[in-house]
């Protein structure tokens, strides 16, 4: 499997009007495989960070099972408005597709299919908070669904934007203009091997200008506050490209 660091405001593969996608350029990923790589689960537009691809059918299927089986540590950061009463939780609320006129977007309701986030806060300032946050399942948009049904939905965020008189998308320091999202951390137990092997992108430059315009984890050099990375056992590796042997990672899961 390949891991990428995926850049915000770029989609993951081609939407209806066409333009600019990341799965256009996947031939260029082969590196000695006849075909390209293929998406094993997918990132909002504006959600930047890990990014998996199986480099063929086996992979894929492998991953799949592991997203399936809850097998893949998935690990965001995310900045919202507001800061939650409780520093750590769970939300544990299901979500429906709901389709109207002007598009659809995504709802809670008891009908829809369970969906689980745990959170955990990291630091708080001018009213905002930094947030850890854990997919159990992997839901569209379910994050982001998720922070707004607490009532704190991500900054820059234009469609879950507005929650219990919060309102997430009014201008922001620096011109950031995205939902303040970003996926750090990914691991898993590889199938073959046993190893325990995680992947992290590190905070865009877009989001750490943003953390540090609001005082959220930073020194005075500039730079991210290394407290908020924990002392890991595993093997860990930067989100670029691992072109090990045949591994795994996740299914079509899109909870960002």
Same mark, same amino acid.
Not at 18 to 45: K, V
């Given at each position: 499997m390949l891991v990428i660091d995926k850049p915000a405001g770029i989609p993951v593969h081609t939407g209806p009007r066409?333009?600019?996608?990341? /799965?256009?350029?996947?031939?260029? $990923?082969?590196?000695?495989?006849?075909?390209?790589?293929?998406?094993?689960?997918?990132?909002?537009?504006?959600?930047? !960070?890990?990014?998996? $691809? !199986?480099?063929?059918?086996?992979?894929?299927?492998?991953? !799949?099972? $592991?997203?399936?089986e809850g097998k893949i540590e998935k690990v965001y950061w995310a900045v919202v408005a507001g800061v939650p009463a409780e520093l750590e939780g769970t939300v544990d609320a299901p979500l429906k597709k709901e389709t109207r006129r002007t598009g659809w977007r995504m709802e809670i309701d008891p009908a829809g299919q369970r969906a689980v986030t745990e959170y955990r806060v990291l630091g708080t300032a001018e009213g905002r908070a930094w947030l850890e946050l854990r997919p159990r399942t992997g839901r569209t948009h379910q994050i982001r669904v998720h922070c707004a049904h607490i009532g704190h939905p991500l900054l820059g965020d234009p469609v879950y934007g507005r929650a219990r008189g919060?309102?997430?998308?009014?201008?922001?320091?620096? !011109?950031?203009?995205?939902?303040?999202?970003?996926?750090?951390?990914l691991g898993l137990i590889h199938p073959q091997t046993g190893r325990e092997m995680q992947w992290r992108a590190e905070v865009p430059e877009d989001m750490a200008a943003l953390s540090a315009a609001l005082g959220l984890g930073r020194d005075d050099e500039g730079?991210?506050? /290394?407290?908020?990375?924990?002392?890991?056992?595993? /093997?860990g590796y930067e989100a670029s490209f691992d072109d090990g042997q045949d591994d795994d990672d996740e299914d079509d899961h899109d909870h960002a």
């Open positions: 066409g333009g600019a996608n990341l /799965e256009s350029g996947f031939d260029t $990923l082969r590196f000695g495989l006849p075909h390209p790589p293929a998406l094993a689960h997918r990132l909002d537009r504006d959600t930047s !960070g890990c990014l998996v $691809l !199986g480099r063929h059918p086996k992979a894929l299927r492998r991953l !799949g099972a $592991l997203f399936a919060k309102r997430s998308v009014t201008p922001l320091p620096d !011109g950031f203009a995205r939902q303040a999202l970003h996926a750090w951390r730079e991210f506050d /290394e407290a908020y990375y924990e002392d890991e056992e595993a /093997e």
